[in-house]
């Protein structure tokens, strides 16, 4: 029982290094135009206090939300293999659609610092 609990939280921090790397790039390249001050040199420091956090901490929890929620929601019933592959396909899931609101949100937060991008 000690393996699978080991192997669970060793697949939990995998899911959470890559939802907060996912998170990054996705603040990162939405978040540059407001950044580098394209407008008039005016910089939008609030990408940083706000939108950078929300990113790094809200991504990793609702993609390890959802990951808990497929592993339970399938249960030890079909195998180990199946399970796997259901969880890691609602993990990329999960992630695709999180950071395609996240560069949407921040595409609308920046438009108006930066009318070309």
Known sequence: MEAKSG???AAGCLVAALAAG?????????????LRGAFEGERDLSLLYIELPCMLLGLPALTLLS??????????RPGRGVRGAVSCAVVLLTLGALTWA?????????GWVSPES
């Open 7 to 9: 192997r669970a939280g």
């Open 67 to 76: 990951w808990a929620a497929a592993r339970s929601a399938v249960g030890a």
């Open 102 to 110: 996240c560069r949407a949100w921040l595409a609308h937060r920046v």
């Open 22 to 34: 996912t998170g990054f790039w996705a603040w990162l390249d939405g978040a540059r135009p407001g």
